[in-house]
T-cell receptor, first 112, second 112 residues
């Protein structure tokens, strides 16, 4: 079993839709959770960062972490064509080795 | 604030050759991590450098090596290139004890 599982999609939605992206994980030591957005042939861009369980909101983006279920989500409200990209979840267990473990990424297309 | 930069953008090498990739970290960051991203996959952690020393390593063979310089820039060296080394190589910088990592645009390496 991979440490981080993420449905690769592809996911296609109309403009204005609410998008839900999810990851599950098996390593209970993970404490830090991140979402990155990656446009084609570019480096990942940090979108959201949360520590432990709970919700965090930033504009149209909301990140949720449920450590009891080992499940994290990213919601995008009022999705725009410019949101079309691959979304990667990433996790870190803390300690002195700041190594991110990534999911495979979900390819999202928002159609005008 | 200058972001993470990487050079070269693209590189084509022959199996068995050696390659050096370069990274300049974001201003104010003292830690550099390298990741390998194969097509359709999430980034895989190679290693991290802090204070010019390796500070953790992923599941990569010793022919993957690195350096960090006093100005926090870094190099990734790969010897005896194999076809499977074809990937996007990403450099990420951060402050030590900070879990958010900021990625550069990557170097796309093709091994023929």
């Amino acid at each position: 079993q991979k440490e981080v599982e993420q449905d690769p999609g592809p996911l296609s939605v109309p403009e204005g839709a609410i998008v839900s992206l999810n990851c599950t994980y098996s390593n209970s030591a993970f404490q830090y959770f991140m979402w990155y957005r990656q446009y084609s042939r570019k480096g990942p861009e940090l979108l959201m960062y949360t520590y432990s369980s709970g919700n965090k909101e930033d504009g149209r983006f909301t990140a949720q972490v449920d450590k009891s279920s080992k499940y994290i989500s990213l919601f995008i409200r009022d999705s725009q064509p410019s949101d079309s990209a691959t979304y990667l979840c990433a996790m870190d267990s803390g300690g002195s080795n700041y190594k991110l473990t990534f999911g495979k990424g979900t390819l999202l297309t928002v159609n005008p | 604030e200058t972001g993470v930069t990487q050079s070269p953008t693209h590189l084509i090498k022959t199996r068995g050759q050696q390659v050096t990739l370069r990274c300049s970290s974001q201003s104010g960051h003292n830690t550099v991590s390298w990741y390998q991203q194969a097509l359709g996959q999430g980034p895989q952690f190679i290693f991290q450098y802090y204070r010019e020393e390796e500070n953790g390593r992923g599941n990569f063979p010793p022919r993957f090596s690195g350096l960090q310089f006093p100005n926090y820039s870094s190099e990734l060296n790969v010897n005896a290139l194999e076809l499977d080394d074809s990937a996007l190589y990403l450099c990420a910088s951060s402050r030590i004890a900070a879990y958010e990592q900021y990625f550069g645009p990557g170097t796309r390496l093709t091994v023929t």
